[in-house]
């Protein structure tokens, strides 16, 4: 049987949250353990540009990423992690996707929506490609699965929709990946509005705990999380700020949801939020202590990405080669 491919990838910019480590970077880690796979790790900063960054910012983040997914337990020699805007093939064929979209298969996408709404003039045709883009990250590499949160659903979805409408004009050309996702940890939700999900562009800093928050920040988030009517700590429909605390507790601690409900059985809110507290302050002061050493080592991460950049390119230049024989980029058979 030959081996599976995931690919994922995260954006460059804001801080790091803990929806973005259970939602998606845990999955990766544990992903590691399966010898059967081939995984690639991006920081997409082409997808981070879609609105304006700081440069000087964004190059820092870029580095600060790479360090994080390390210090989260991605092993450099197990994986390849490398920077988007480094492999120039994913501009490349993002272009010649983007020639065979209808504009009504993007008019469609939900985040787009969302975040044009709350940009009005501003919005950039970039953010209206961003997920063709995001498209062409995973099929380069022939993956199989991308582990991602809930809200990346849509755009997997018109990435097969892309990768089914080239292949059967072209012939069998590129494989259509499938979601990958653990049902309790793929959307966590704001701390303070448990109807909408933690996110790195929220205005209100109490509804987020970042990886790399100090343990005042931990504390105090978890101590003014809002929760629900009742006392019970149970996991319900009908108790989304106490579900969510329990996910989160659930994700960092490896007890899964229904033990956590027995021990919990009777105990107020109060002192279980005291123990995620401390829960979180140790698990990410770990995770803390590595990111510094990595970040403290430039020559160690540059090796890493370098790598990573090299890997990335050996793969997908072959299949923009073929695309480009395909659709008669080029001026003779090869
Ligand atoms: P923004 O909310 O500003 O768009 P983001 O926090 O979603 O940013 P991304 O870089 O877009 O950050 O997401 C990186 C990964 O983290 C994706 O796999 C995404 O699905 C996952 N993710 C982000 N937020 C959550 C969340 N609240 N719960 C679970 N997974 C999440
Ligand atoms: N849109 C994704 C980030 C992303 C991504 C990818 C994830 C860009 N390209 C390829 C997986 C595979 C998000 O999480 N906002």
């Known amino acids: 049987m030959s081996k599976l491919t995931y690919f994922s990838g995260i954006q460059p910019t804001g801080n790091l949250h803990l929806g973005n480590y259970l939602g998606a970077i845990k999955q990766w880690v544990q992903m590691q353990s399966d010898p059967d796979c081939d995984l690639l790790f991006c920081i997409v900063d082409l997808h981070a540009i879609t609105v304006p960054q700081d440069p000087e910012i964004l190059r820092r983040k870029n580095r600060q990423v790479a360090a994080l997914y390390i210090a989260c337990g991605l092993d450099p020699k197990r994986v390849k992690i490398f920077i988007q805007s480094e492999n120039p093939d994913h501009a490349y064929l993002a272009w010649i996707f983007s020639c065979m979209v209808p504009m009504g298969w993007m008019e469609r996408m939900t985040q787009y929506k969302d975040k044009s709404k709350k940009q009005g003039e501003r919005t950039s045709v970039g953010l209206f490609n961003y997920p063709i883009l995001m498209a062409c990250d995973f099929m380069l590499y022939d993956a199989d699965l991308v582990p991602v949160g809930d809200d990346q659903k849509q755009h997997l979805e018109l990435a097969a929709d892309i990768g089914e409408k080239f292949n059967n004009i072209y012939g069998e050309t590129f494989k259509i990946a499938k ?65 969510n605390l329990l996910a989160i507790y659930s994700g960092f601690s490896g007890i899964s949801i229904s033990e956590l409900e027995k021990k919990y059985k009777g105990v107020n809110y109060g002192d279980f939020k005291n123990d995620l507290a401390k829960l979180l302050v140790k698990e990410l002061s770990d995770i803390q202590d590595k990111y510094q050493k990595i970040i403290n080592k430039p020559e160690y991460l540059d090796r890493i990405l370098d790598e990573g950049r090299d890997f990335a390119i050996s793969i997908s230049s072959k299949k923009i080669a073929l695309v480009k024989e395909k659709i008669g980029l080029s001026r003779s058979h090869s």
């Open 179 to 243: 979601i990958y996702n653990q049902k309790e940890t793929s959307r966590i939700m704001s701390l303070q509005n448990p109807s909408s999900k933690m996110s790195k562009s929220d205005i209100d800093p109490s509804g987020t705990i970042n990886l790399l928050d100090s343990t005042d920040a931990i504390e105090k988030n978890v101590r003014r999380a809002v929760t629900d009517s009742g006392k019970d700590i149970i996991y319900s429909p009908q108790k989304p700020a106490i579900a």
